[in-house]
Nanobody, 127 residues
Framework: QVQLVESGGGLVQAGGSLRLSCAAS????????MAWFRQAPGKEREFVAA????????DYVDSVKGRFTMSRDNAKNTVYLELNSLKPEDTAVYYC????????????????????WGQGTQVTVSS
């Protein structure tokens, strides 16, 4: 059974930084695209970033480009999201997700392309 466990969220002032982690288990981690989504109160869950199964490609939503960096450590079955220059509008629950199909050739931003989800970690940015 695939499990994703996020950690690293918290309360930070605007301009600050956080590092989110997502530990995966239950299958061969290195064969699957991984993604981060976020959901603010009253809003739809939105794509934030994704990384290909090989780690060679990443994709970011425009609002976080240059501030967030996603990476993966296949030896540790973990993906990371470095959040820098945080803004109050980054406040949300951040979810880790992965696909059902291995070795995808295209990184997708649609949440319906991701089958397994973690429980989320809260990020709160104060102004």
């Amino acid at each position: 059974q695939v499990q994703l466990v996020e950690s690293g969220g918290g309360l930070v002032q605007a301009g600050g930084s956080l590092r989110l982690s997502c530990a995966a288990s239950g299958r061969t981690f290195s064969s699957y695209t991984m993604a981060w989504f976020r959901q603010a109160p009253g809003k739809e869950r939105e794509f934030v970033a994704a990384i290909s199964w090989s780690g060679g490609s990443t994709d970011y939503v425009d609002s976080v480009k240059g501030r967030f960096t996603m990476s993966r450590d296949n030896a540790k079955n973990t993906v990371y999201l470095e959040l820098n220059s945080l803004k109050p509008e980054d406040t949300a629950v951040y979810y880790c997700a992965t696909t059902r199909t291995p070795r995808g050739t295209v990184i997708l931003r649609n949440k319906h392309a991701y089958y397994y989800w973690g429980q989320g970690t809260q990020v709160t940015v104060s102004s």
